[in-house]
């Protein structure tokens, strides 16, 4: 088969490994696209070009003397702008960060480098990652392939529309409540959370000299946006594993990624689907969507399914407040005095809120109550399906659609499925379920019980073998 960008990151490894191709060859064909592309569609905010052709050019040289090389040899991907990469700009869409360049990789990046892939850049994120959109006060605003009238999600918003579009097989997004899912749902999408400390955080969440970065530590994680269970899994396999900088981080050699990546028989599986968590507001059409998904399942895969909710209240007030808690607000206000202007207004009065302990500790109590919800209810299952939001992709320049099948709601209540899973640290994906009428995309979420990363990565994969979905392209992408 030959290569093309439509083409997985597997099998680009695999081309670049046999000398089929080049990873010179890759890394400029992607910056090809990059250039006719992103004008459009503002995925990258810091390109860096020549980087990629220097990461490609070293694959190549190893290649040729009978160097090793990693599994994501030659392989073009997109860093997320709240993710740090020594001397390249990281902006986290913030005025205050504007200028700022990192003196150190993430340990992400470190991994990704080191298994051969190429960075063609920085991808936009909202200021700071606060919210699941793609815009912010320094960069031009990014906008869903499928339609660019649209929103991509966010916060991994530029890694999303990259991925989409074809400019890269594979990017890296952070999820704190949601952002992996959220942009992967609303561009069409693999997303992984995996469970909390298999993938390593720093110095993003963990490094005190940086108020707007450091934040979210027991909600925050890192995980692989692709078109590709496969992909997924063969990122999981790079960008996993314990590392001491990160106190949070686990050992994970319990799980294969690649192989728990591959499809299995599912045949007899417990399946929870809750369509609505029991109190939130869905948009008719997700329902349809999802709801047709979740009958694959049944009828194509064998399993057993019931609806079923876990049973938790509402934790929305809870999240914000665990969000609060691991917020620097001392720096963050000193931010806002200097630059609160400049800001996101809803940014501003988070951060300027007159939070109190009790606000803390009563999300605690929430987070404490909603986890023992849910590992008592996944007792009597293997996964768990919901959609991945709410809503499917809406207008720019909003923070979310207060208004949800008739039901009036908080602007940040089409996130309902995401969150949740954030306070648990159990492992979830989204995958896509299907198209609305209009031809916009709609996630399906699966989740594990904890630590069962695995149980998510073969249900993902029977779901995409008996529903393909990575052929569906967007028009402009074509």
């Not at 990014?142 to 999600?153: A, L």
């Not at 694959?296 to 895969?301: G, H, N």
């Amino acid at each position: 088969m030959s290569i093309t960008w439509k083409s997985d990151a597997a099998a680009m490894a695999a081309a670049v490994q046999a000398k089929q191709v080049s990873a010179v060859e890759l890394a400029k064909a992607a910056l090809a696209r990059v250039d006719a592309l992103d004008s459009t569609l503002h995925a990258f905010c810091t390109p860096t070009p020549e980087l990629a052709l220097r990461e490609a050019a070293a694959v190549d040289a190893a290649i040729a003397s009978g160097a090793p090389v990693g599994p994501l040899a030659g392989v073009p991907y997109g860093i997320k702008d709240l993710i740090c990469s020594k001397d390249v700009r990281t902006m986290s869409g913030a005025v205050a960060y504007a200028d700022f360049i990192p003196d150190e990789d993430d340990v992400v990046v470190e991994r990704m480098r080191a298994a051969g892939a190429v960075s063609l850049g920085k991808t936009n994120v909202p200021e700071y990652g606060y919210s699941g959109v793609g815009h912010n006060p320094v960069c031009e605003t990014t906008v869903n392939p499928w339609n660019i009238e649209r929103t991509p999600g966010g916060s991994s918003a530029g890694s999303g529309a990259a991925v989409a579009s074809g400019m890269c097989p594979i990017a890296l997004g952070s999820d704190g409540g949601g952002s992996v899912r959220i942009p992967s749902s609303f561009c069409g999408l693999v997303g992984v959370k995996a469970s909390m400390g298999r993938v390593p955080l720093y110095p993003g969440t963990k490094d005190e000299r940086y108020p707007g970065v450091s934040s979210w530590e027991s909600l925050e994680h890192i995980g692989p946006m692709t078109r590709t269970v496969r992909d997924a899994a063969l990122m999981l396999s790079v960008i996993a594993g314990p590392d001491s900088r990160d106190r949070l981080s686990i050992p994970t050699s319990d799980i294969d990624w690649v192989a728990a990546g591959q499809v299995r028989d599912l045949k007899g599986l417990r399946v929870a689907y809750s369509p609505d968590w029991g109190y939130a507001a869905v948009d008719p059409e997700v329902r349809r969507v999802v709801g047709e998904a979740v009958k694959v399942f049944e009828q194509d895969l064998g399993c057993i399914v019931e609806e079923a909710h876990p049973g938790f209240d509402d934790p929305y007030g809870a999240f914000w407040g665990l969000v609060a808690m691991e917020t620097d607000l001392k720096g963050m206000r000193a931010i806002v005095d200097k630059h609160g202007h400049k800001m996101t207004p809803h940014l501003v009065d988070f951060i300027t809120r007159d939070w109190k302990a009790e606000d803390f500790t009563n999300s605690l109590m929430t987070r404490k109550a909603v986890t023992n919800k849910m590992w008592r209810f996944m007792q009597g299952y293997d996964i768990l399906l919901t959609p991945t939001l709410a809503v499917p992709p809406f207008a720019l320049h909003i923070q979310g659609i207060e208004k949800i099948d008739g039901r009036m709601v908080q602007p940040f209540q089409w996130l309902a499925f995401t969150f949740p899973l954030n306070m648990t640290g159990q492992p979830a994906a989204s995958v896509p379920a299907g198209f609305t009428k209009t031809g916009l995309p709609v996630g399906l979420q699966i989740i594990g019980r904890h630590l069962a990363d695995a149980s998510v990565l073969q249900a993902a994969a029977a779901f995409e073998a008996a529903k393909p979905w990575a052929d569906a392209w967007p028009t402009l992408a074509q």
